[in-house]
């Protein structure tokens, strides 16, 4: 079992930056590729970016390449997103998600936080 807790979301404007944290407890945090989903009003969930295990290989939905990073600390069971350059179209509820692989498929994530709102207004 793995819990999973995001913070650090908020209302910016647009051009703004933040930075996503997701704290892990339980289970060895490092066995675990780890990934951001994000649902906006009306939309259905999509993929982010995901990161591996020892954090050398990580992807990115083409919407926020160049923006986004992703990063992990394994020695404080902790992943981030790094957000730049934010637009309203970022709005949405951000969710961490842990599983086996570093996939796009939300499905193949075992564990999911609650989520953090970000809001960015133009």
């Known amino acids: 079992q793995v819990q999973l807790v995001e913070s650090g979301g908020g209302l910016v404007q647009a051009g703004d930056s933040l930075r996503l944290s997701c704290a892990a407890s339980?289970?060895?945090?490092?066995?675990?590729?780890m990934a951001w989903f994000r649902q906006g009003p009306g939309k259905e969930r999509e993929f982010v970016a995901a990161?591996?295990?020892?954090?050398?290989?990580?992807y990115y939905a083409d919407s926020v390449k160049g923006r986004f990073t992703i990063s992990r600390d394994n020695a404080k069971n902790t992943a981030y997103l790094r957000m730049n350059s934010l637009k309203p179209e970022d709005t949405a509820e951000y969710y961490c998600?842990?599983?086996?692989?570093?996939?796009?498929?939300?499905?193949?994530?075992?564990?999911w936080g609650q989520g953090t709102q970000v809001t960015v207004s133009s």
């Open positions: 998600a842990v599983g086996a692989f570093s996939t796009v498929d939300a499905r193949q994530y075992d564990y």
């Open positions: 990161i591996s295990q020892n954090g050398g290989t990580s």
């Open positions: 339980g289970r060895t945090f490092t066995i675990y590729a």
